[in-house]
């Protein structure tokens, strides 16, 4: 106790010095996310933000109005001669009041109220009575706690908002205060009745409202001892009221802004004449006070960003300027808000918009210096281990050993044997069974160091050739091995090596020579050693057999992908987690399997390192960041510089869990410290919805829209966009979609988090959302939208229902003209059979009778009886002649006109040989595709024939034909001489009542004219 009092006292006051530089240190690094025209941002001036009641950020820019949903804008812009459109594009601050209605303010004294669900921007009236002119700027926009909203137009007045004029009229009458006052600031009291105000040259000034009166400097008529504790301060600015009910304000003192807090309610000074221009030393100003939801008090102007330490009393800057993606860089900063997430805004004049989380800024960066020469150091961490004193020793390459206070303040490591300056470089430390040994591996030799005493010792075993001890871990015998650059591995048995250290040294050459990169002790004792070329060996102390070998080579279930083995970590005592340059494999000892976690696709880089957290969840290590794996659920959570960790490149087997269950991890020149327990992803609630709804890339109103039970879409409007996010800015949340009635499986949205569907046939849909968070776990869905693609009419029902009644129609119709036709033909063929049948039976009773006659007559009268004969010859050539020409009209072969016509002049033809007549047909071409059926074509080639034939046989010897159609009339026209027509037999003729029958069956027209020379012969035959 005597030996270890000075060193205590050392490493006590140290300690405190060090606590004591952090609470000083006058500049903060943190994490910003940065927004600019780049990334979407209409301009990099941005004068300030608001988020709504639905989780949206709207941003006013230098361009135009800006609303954001965490992935992406949608930007609001003047527009000439468009109703409801921004009086400019120069936005120049918003608010929201009680009622949301977000507040638009523009330069030249515009201002009103953009309505966020249809896009109008709705002036207000303003009816100032100091300023001359409405022009002028507006200040500020202020709000109390009965929704009163008012505008400052600087010194000169406020204005008060009356929503039934839709008018700012003067606040003087309403806070009963003289017209004539010039009002630096104004505020109302939370919770009270009381309105805070700073009147030029006349100081503060209370206004109660329950007692109508005002308090000033000069009549402090409610005895306030804040007036006059302040009575002689002028002109005083940025007032607030914190969540403790203190008032804070600033006054320029001395041509430097100042800053004041007073505690109400106690009614004593906390921070009186503040400066920090002792710091900043060139000219600034304090603009405003934003307070956080957790009572954090921050103050922002040009160039000023900083928070205010309650327990120093005194504020702490933000580091301004580029160091990395990370950093900010600001000029004046013109606003800030708090968003639902507790995420910070920092409008900037000329850098754009940054965001950052200080609750969630979870890494801590450890640096060291180079104690030679006194420069930081560019040695990478390789080892750690948490020693019996509650302190952390770190081995860096080449920079030597580095001893850590609990909170990693720096403090001289005080080892009997260690140069405190520099020291070996340790690649590897393990504490021993007796948890007082540290055995450290070190380039080259051996540590020892004994905690109790405070001393160490170096081996150096010629057997090891001073190669780089890379990994040194006991056995349960209490024995070591001995991990080699180059050399494999090397065992140190405990009994042998008591006395001499060197002597219980030997090789151990079942494991191949090369690289023994990690070598782990399980809970069953069995020691895991990996190599760079041969895999991994599971060894027995107790025999020192090797057990179980993975290699490149082996057979399933033993097989790796690649030869060499990076790291291992025993999760529980059934499964051992394998590590490749680039997969992440486990070993089921209990079914003896081999399955395979992650592959490059899920991790990048090669990796380093891995440990297990008091949740279950494994953190990996790469060259390319850092990841929390839940090897169960097979989920993978990156992070890297974006999170607070300056290097992303990580070490080999560099890797630590202190007590308390705080994780050590080596990087590039420095190491992270961080409690994976404190790290909590997705705390605040996904607010999934749809953002935006494009039709045929026309933007519709969402809020509209998703009050439809249906959204019904004509067939040619079948391409939609929708847009969506989870409302959440630094929450990581995927999006899975569908479109139930196309889509058959789920969808996890990209980074642009759209749903595009070029074309949707027509049919009824359902699009559902759901989010999924970094566990893997699915949240509730949202309410679905049902949309409806209308077919177009020759696809809809009742078009096919006609079509069918149509086609029912067509058949019916079909059916019944085929039933009409064939009892058509039937009465057709009946009718010619019953001419067949009265011709055959008139012209054979004729036969008969002339033929029984001339029997009779055959003996008496010879000469009758050949006149019989020859009458039986005329009427049996009659007869042939009839049977010819109904056998003629029901050939299925002369279903044409053309086919009648040559029928026609076949028989005109035998008249001019028989009677020596000449005879002329002239036919119109219609004619010659005329439709004519069986009964038509009869009819008419009887009358043609008749009519012909009985002009011939009357006398007449020049004839001429004229046949054509017109108007659905067939023209048969016969013209002919009279010098031989006998015209008496001629008209007999015309008027047989044969012929007068057939004419009117057929409703043709039969006319005669006739005239000293010639007659002509007129039938007008109808084809209906």
Same mark, same amino acid.
């Given at each position: ?74 930007? +609001? ?12 594009? @120069?936005?120049? @601050? ?10 638009? *303010? ?20 303003? $009816? ?19 929704? $009163? ?10 204005? %008060? ?6 008018? +700012? ?134 160039? *000023? ?54 609750? $969630? ?22 080892? +750690? ?28 490591? $005080? ?63 209490? #024995? ?52 760079? #070329? ?30 060499? %083995? ?32 992650? #592959? ?17 969840? *494994? ?406």
């Amino acid at each position: 106790m005597k030996k270890s009092g000075p060193y205590l006292f050392l490493f006590l006051l140290m300690s405190v010095q060090c606590m004591a530089q952090l609470a000083n240190k006058p500049e903060r690094q943190y994490i910003f996310n940065h927004y600019t025209v780049s990334s979407g941002l209409l301009s990099n001036q941005v004068n300030n933000v608001v988020q709504d009641e639905e989780g949206y950020i709207w941003i006013a820019t230098a361009e135009g109005l800006q609303r954001y949903d965490g992935n992406k804008y949608v930007s +609001f812009r003047h527009a000439d001669n468009t109703p409801g459109t921004l009086p400019s594009n @120069f936005v120049q @601050f918003l608010r929201m009041d009680r009622n949301n209605n977000l507040w638009v *303010v523009f330069p030249g004294g515009h201002i009103g109220i953009f309505d966020r669900k249809k896009f109008i921007y709705r002036e207000a009236d303003i $009816n100032p009575t100091l300023v001359k002119t409405k022009s002028e700027v507006i200040q500020q926009i202020l709000t109390d706690d009965k929704g $009163n909203v008012f505008i400052h137009y600087g010194m000169k007045e406020i204005l %008060v908002y009356n929503k039934a004029l839709n008018k +700012f009229v003067s606040a003087s009458s309403y806070l009963k205060y003289p017209k004539d006052w010039m009002i630096t600031d104004l505020i109302h009291q939370p919770g009270s009745r009381k309105y805070w105000l700073s009147v030029r040259n006349a100081g503060f000034v209370v206004f109660d409202e329950a007692t109508g009166k005002l308090s000033t400097a000069e009549k402090n008529i409610s005895g306030d001892p804040f007036i006059e504790r302040y009575r002689k301060l002028q002109n005083m600015y940025g007032f607030h009221f914190d969540k403790k009910g203190r008032f804070w304000f600033m006054y320029w003192d001395n041509s430097i802004p100042t800053i004041y807090c007073y505690d109400i309610r106690s009614n004593t000074p906390v921070l009186e004449g503040y400066e920090i221009n002792s710091y900043l030393q060139h000219y600034h100003t304090i603009d405003d006070f934003f307070e956080q939801k957790d009572g954090t008090i921050w103050i922002r102007g040009t160039p *000023v960003l900083a928070k205010y330490l309650e327990d120093e009393k005194k504020f702490q800057f933000v580091s301004n300027g580029f160091m990395n993606e990370q950093s900010i860089h600001y000029e004046i900063v013109m606003d800030m808000q708090e968003d639902r997430e507790n995420n910070l805004w920092v409008s900037t004049d000329n850098s754009g918009l940054y965001m950052f989380n200080p609750a $969630n800024e979870h890494f801590q960066n450890i640096s060291h210096i180079n104690r030679q020469i006194n420069k930081p150091g560019d040695g990478d961490p390789m080892s +750690f281990l948490y020693t019996r004193w509650g302190t952390i020793l770190c081995g860096v390459w080449g920079n030597g050993i580095y001893h850590y206070d609990s909170n990693f303040n720096p403090i001289p490591t $005080n080892i009997k044997g260690i140069d405190n300056n520099l020291g070996p470089t340790v690649w590897s430390m393990c504490l021993s069974r007796d948890s007082n040994t540290i055995w450290m591996g070190a380039q080259p030799g051996i540590w020892k160091v004994d905690q109790a005493k405070r001393s160490a010792v170096q081996y150096h075993p010629p057997t090891l050739k001073d190669r780089t001890i890379r990994q040194v871990t006991e056995d349960r015998f209490g #024995n070591l091995w001995i991990g080699t650059h180059g050399q494999g591995v090397f065992k140190w048995d405990a009994k042998a090596g008591k006395t001499d250290f060197n002597a219980g040294i030997s090789h151990f050459s079942a494991i191949p020579d090369g690289i023994a990169g990690n070598i782990v002790r399980d809970s069953k004792g069995y020691i895991w050693i990996t190599s760079s #070329n041969s895999g991994l060996y599971m060894v027995d102390p107790a025999t020192d057999k090797i057990v179980l070998h993975f290699g490149e080579k082996e057979k399933k279930p033993f097989q790796l992908p690649e030869p060499a %083995v990076s790291t291992i970590l025993e999760y529980n005592d059934t499964i051992m987690l394998i590590c490749t340059g680039t997969e992440m494999l486990g070993y089921d000892r209990k079914n003896i399997r081999l399955f395979k976690i992650a #592959n490059q696709g899920m991790i990048s880089g090669f990796i380093a390192a891995m440990q297990r957290d008091r949740s279950g969840l *494994v953190w990996l290590t790469t060259t390319n960041g850092l990841y929390r794996c839940n090897i169960l659920k097979r989920v993978f959570v990156r992070f890297g510089n974006i999170d607070g960790i300056n290097s992303e490149h990580f070490c080999q087997i560099s890797a630590y869990t202190l007590p308390d269950g705080r994780m050590l991890f080596g990087t590039t020149r420095q190491f992270i410290v961080f409690n994976p327990q404190t790290i909590k992803f997705n705390e605040s609630k996904p607010d999934l919805r749809v953002t935006m709804f494009k039709l045929e890339n026309k933007a519709l109103l969402v809020d509209s829209l998703l009050q439809l039970k249906e959204l019904n879409l004509g067939y040619r409007s079948n391409s939609i966009v929708i847009s969506f996010s989870t409302m959440t800015f630094t929450s990581a949340y995927a999006i899975k979609y569908k479109l139930e009635g196309l889509d058959k499986d789920w969808k996890f949205a990209d980074k642009t988090n759209e749903a595009i569907y070029s074309y949707l046939p027509p049919g009824n849909y359902k699009f559902r959302m759901r989010s999924v968070d970094q566990e893997g776990n699915e949240l509730e869905e949202t309410i679905p939208i049902l949309i409806r693609i209308n077919p177009p009419f020759w696809k809809t029902w009742w078009f096919y229902s006609l079509l069918v009644l149509v086609a029912g129609g067509l058949l019916y119709w079909f059916d019944r003209e085929r039933m009409r036709r064939k009892e058509s033909i039937y009465r057709m063929r009946s009718n010619i059979a019953d001419d067949l049948h009265q011709e055959l039976n008139t012209a054979l009773g004729n036969i008969n009778i002339l033929s029984e006659m001339a029997r009779l007559k055959a003996d008496s009268e010879p000469e009758k009886s050949k006149e019989f004969i020859e009458q039986i010859h005329n009427r049996s050539h009659t007869m042939m002649i009839a049977m010819d020409d109904i056998m003629w009209s029901i050939s299925p072969e002369n279903d044409s006109t053309e086919k009648l016509l040559l029928r026609l002049k076949e028989y005109t033809d035998a008249l001019k040989n028989r009677y020596g007549v000449s005879i002329e047909i002239v036919m119109d071409e219609k004619v010659n595709v005329l439709p004519l059926n069986m009964k038509q074509r009869k009819d008419i080639f009887w009358l043609f024939k008749n009519g012909i034939g009985n002009a011939v046989m009357t006398g007449c010897r020049d004839c001429r034909i004229s046949i054509s159609f017109e108007k659905g009339i067939l023209l048969y026209v016969l013209e002919s001489d009279t010098t031989c027509c006998d015209l008496v037999q001629l008209n007999n003729l015309r008027q047989r009542k044969e012929l007068s029958d057939k004419l009117k069956e057929i409703n043709a027209v039969l006319d005669m004219q006739s005239s000293k020379n010639s007659i002509v012969f007129n039938l007008q035959i109808p084809l209906t």
